[in-house]
């Protein structure tokens, strides 16, 4: 395998609003996050993927892009954006940027002059169609509704406008050769301000079904997915490749893409020898729990499921991997049982998640074990996709009750909620009214009590970390061969990591139950969760939710 710089590196992700807030607006922001910058470094840090913080409405925090050469003032100035990609310098740290770029904001200037003169240059950076058989055909946008609006200020004209996401999220034209021009010129310009690379977004996105084909409905709003069109169109391999060529690749950028593909044929397309992208994230395991129709994200987690998803397609490539994200509830509210979270459970999903083969992604809060908050009315929530979420679950007959239990488990606001750092009011967030409601179990899960504590979740993180990128392991995790074991174990998470003459086994009972396992293989240990390790003969008997690392003989 090639031997990339990153490939033995941790990486991390933040999300900036909900990170340090240092001025006390309630809001996080660039030097919050340079105040901290310490504290990742400790944990074993050393890439940082930062959630948007250009200039933006923040319709969808971030995500709605007003100006790409411009910081938010909410987060601060450009100064401090160069003060922190030169301070992450200092300590040996990368900074990634977010790159989004399937959409801008309404707010852009681009949209704006589209506004003025849809038919003249910037009316074609964007897909602004009239009225017709075909527009507004039945796509549903990611958010609920249809992709197609009227162009603010031409109603009468039936002008319409595509969006993938909100409707303050137009889409950009990606055949116009202009767009990709001012697409290339912004990335370079990043990329030669200091940054090591991009986290890209909604980037499976850019290429459309250009005959605007309706699909079978798939809801009962009688609209259908617009992702259904994703696996009918072909050439967004042009695009990739020429965004690659004109920036990524003479930067020696690292650039991690936002694609979904369940069944793994594009791997090699995408992350391959001659990918477009250094990796893509392995969102494959958390997904089919969370995505799926209301019925489905109902159902309990079933670790067996969960582990064999994980195996399908491990071997395919080398892989960003998650437990959660700012997409996502948190990891350990979802990925394990109810009822089950311990510190034993969540370092056995932390240990999975740093010890698969690929580029394991800490998102904050995850290394002292953040759960996922409850809120008591839809009002409480702030994500625009989370009024989608109830939307569909009571167009599906499901009661309000059930809709918010729904939104409460699998909301993105989940993840959003303030970074606990101490048990001081707001979690040590800020001083002042913190714009997403602390979670109020800062007072048990909060970074300065672990800290202290030899035995915490976050100390248990730091020696992870450091195992998996020691000068013994630290070749073998980042380049070694994974192969399942004990597969036909349930509960059983395992498996062995090879390279060179190094073998080691990965052990880990995923369950509440006690297990005693007969090993085919014998060796050391030389990691574990819990203080005492119990052999019996040949077999090993693993308590709830152990984790063994051992190196084979
Ligand atoms: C994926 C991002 O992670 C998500 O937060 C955002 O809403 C959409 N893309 C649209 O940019």
């Given at each position: 395998?090639?031997?990339?710089w990153w490939?033995?590196k941790v990486a991390y992700q933040?999300?900036?609003?909900?990170?340090?807030?240092?001025?006390?607006?309630?809001?996080?922001?660039?030097?919050?996050?340079?105040?901290?910058?310490?504290?990742l470094?400790?944990?074993?840090i050393d890439i940082i993927w930062?959630?948007?913080?250009?200039?933006?409405?923040?319709?969808?925090?971030?995500?709605?892009?007003?100006?790409?050469?411009?910081?938010?003032?909410?987060?601060?100035?450009?100064?401090?954006?160069?003060?922190?990609?030169?301070?992450a310098?200092?300590?040996d740290m990368h900074i990634l940027?977010?790159?989004?770029?399937?959409?801008?904001?309404?707010?852009?200037?681009?949209?704006?002059?589209?506004?003025?003169?849809?038919?003249?240059?910037?009316?074609?950076?964007?897909?602004?169609?009239?009225?017709?058989?075909?527009?507004?055909?039945?796509?549903?946008?990611?958010?609920?509704?249809?992709?197609?609006?009227?162009?603010?200020?031409?109603?009468?004209?039936?002008?319409?406008?595509?969006?993938?996401?909100?409707?303050?999220?137009?889409?950009?034209?990606?055949?116009?050769?202009?767009?990709?021009?001012?697409?290339?010129?912004?990335?370079?310009?990043?990329?030669?301000?200091?940054?090591a690379g991009?986290r890209?977004?909604?980037?499976?996105?850019?290429?459309?079904?250009?005959?605007?084909?309706?699909?079978?409905?798939?809801?009962?709003?009688?609209?259908?997915?617009?992702?259904?069109?994703?696996?009918?169109?072909?050439?967004?391999?042009?695009?990739?490749?020429?965004?690659?060529?004109?920036?990524?690749?003479?930067?020696?950028?690292l650039?991690i893409?936002?694609?979904?593909?369940?069944?793994?044929?594009?791997?090699?397309?995408?992350?391959?020898?001659?990918?477009?992208?250094?990796?893509?994230?392995?969102?494959?395991?958390?997904?089919?729990?969370?995505?799926?129709?209301?019925?489905?994200?109902?159902?309990?987690?079933?670790?067996?499921?969960?582990?064999?998803?994980?195996?399908?397609?491990?071997?395919?490539?080398?892989?960003a991997?998650?437990?959660?994200?700012?997409?996502?509830?948190?990891?350990?509210?979802?990925?394990?049982?109810?009822?089950?979270?311990?510190?034993?459970?969540?370092?056995?999903?932390?240990?999975?998640?740093?010890?698969?083969?690929?580029l394991p992604f800490l998102?904050?809060?995850?290394?002292?074990?953040?759960?996922?908050?409850?809120?008591?009315?839809?009002?409480?929530?702030?994500?625009?996709?989370?009024?989608?979420?109830?939307?569909?679950?009571?167009?599906?007959?499901?009661?309000?009750?059930?809709?918010?239990?729904?939104?409460?488990?699998?909301?993105?606001?989940?993840?959003?909620?303030?970074?606990?750092?101490?048990?001081?009011?707001?979690?040590?967030?800020?001083?002042?009214?913190?714009?997403?409601?602390?979670?109020?179990?800062?007072?048990?899960?909060?970074?300065?009590?672990?800290?202290?504590?030899?035995?915490?979740?976050?100390?248990?993180?730091?020696?992870?970390?450091?195992?998996?990128?020691?000068?013994?392991?630290?070749?073998?995790?980042?380049?070694?061969?994974?192969?399942?074991?004990?597969?036909?174990?349930?509960?059983?998470?395992?498996?062995?990591?090879?390279?060179?003459?190094?073998?080691?086994?990965?052990?880990?009972?995923?369950?509440?139950?006690?297990?005693?396992?007969?090993?085919?293989?014998?060796?050391?240990?030389?990691?574990?969760?819990?203080?005492?390790?119990?052999?019996?003969?040949?077999?090993?008997?693993?308590?709830?939710?152990?984790?063994?690392?051992?190196?084979?003989?």
């Amino acid at each position: 395998m090639k031997k990339d710089w990153w490939k033995k590196k941790v990486a991390y992700q933040i999300y900036p609003k909900s990170f340090q807030d240092s001025n006390g607006d309630g809001i996080g922001d660039i030097p919050g996050i340079i105040s901290r910058l310490d504290y990742l470094k400790g944990l074993g840090i050393d890439i940082i993927w930062i959630s948007p913080m250009y200039q933006s409405p923040m319709v969808d925090q971030g995500y709605d892009v007003s100006d790409y050469r411009a910081i938010d003032p909410c987060f601060g100035t450009m100064e401090d954006m160069i003060r922190l990609i030169a301070e992450a310098k200092k300590r040996d740290m990368h900074i990634l940027m977010d790159l989004v770029v399937n959409h801008c904001s309404d707010q852009h200037e681009w949209f704006q002059k589209a506004i003025e003169d849809p038919f003249g240059k910037y009316g074609r950076y964007f897909y602004i169609e009239k009225k017709s058989d075909l527009i507004p055909n039945n796509w549903r946008s990611e958010f609920g509704g249809s992709v197609w609006d009227l162009l603010p200020g031409h109603e009468a004209e039936d002008l319409y406008y595509l969006h993938t996401f909100a409707k303050e999220q137009p889409d950009l034209n990606w055949e116009n050769p202009e767009v990709r021009e001012e697409i290339y010129d912004i990335v370079n310009w990043w990329l030669d301000l200091g940054i090591a690379g991009f986290r890209i977004d909604a980037i499976i996105n850019i290429k459309k079904n250009l005959s605007w084909e309706n699909y079978p409905a798939d809801r009962p709003d009688g609209l259908a997915s617009a992702s259904k069109m994703l696996e009918q169109t072909e050439g967004i391999g042009e695009f990739l490749q020429e965004l690659k060529m004109r920036c990524f690749e003479p930067h020696q950028a690292l650039t991690i893409g936002e694609v979904f593909d369940p069944t793994g044929e594009r791997t090699e397309e995408f992350i391959g020898e001659n990918g477009y992208f250094s990796t893509m994230f392995f969102f494959d395991p958390i997904i089919p729990f969370l995505k799926e129709s209301l019925k489905t994200r109902i159902q309990t987690f079933d670790p067996k499921i969960w582990r064999d998803i994980i195996f399908q397609k491990q071997k395919k490539g080398f892989f960003a991997n998650v437990v959660e994200n700012h997409d996502q509830p948190r990891g350990a509210s979802v990925l394990i049982p109810e009822g089950d979270y311990s510190f034993y459970s969540v370092t056995a999903l932390g240990s999975i998640n740093l010890l698969l083969r690929g580029l394991p992604f800490l998102y904050q809060g995850q290394e002292i074990g953040m759960t996922n908050i409850t809120f008591d009315s839809m009002e409480e929530f702030d994500d625009t996709a989370a009024k989608d979420q109830y939307k569909e679950a009571v167009d599906l007959g499901y009661s309000h009750e059930e809709a918010l239990a729904s939104v409460n488990r699998y909301g993105r606001d989940n993840a959003r909620t303030p970074v606990q750092w101490s048990d001081h009011d707001q979690a040590g967030f800020t001083t002042g009214t913190p714009w997403q409601k602390v979670n109020p179990n800062y007072r048990e899960i909060n970074v300065e009590n672990q800290e202290k504590e030899y035995g915490s979740i976050l100390n248990f993180y730091r020696r992870l970390i450091a195992f998996r990128k020691s000068e013994e392991y630290g070749d073998l995790f980042a380049y070694g061969d994974l192969v399942p074991k004990y597969e036909s174990e349930d509960t059983i998470f395992a498996f062995t990591r090879s390279h060179q003459n190094q073998k080691v086994l990965f052990l880990c009972n995923y369950s509440h139950d006690p297990k005693k396992l007969e090993l085919e293989e014998q060796g050391n240990v030389i990691f574990v969760n819990y203080p005492q390790t119990t052999f019996e003969g040949k077999a090993i008997c693993l308590k709830p939710y152990e984790v063994v690392v051992l190196e084979l003989f």
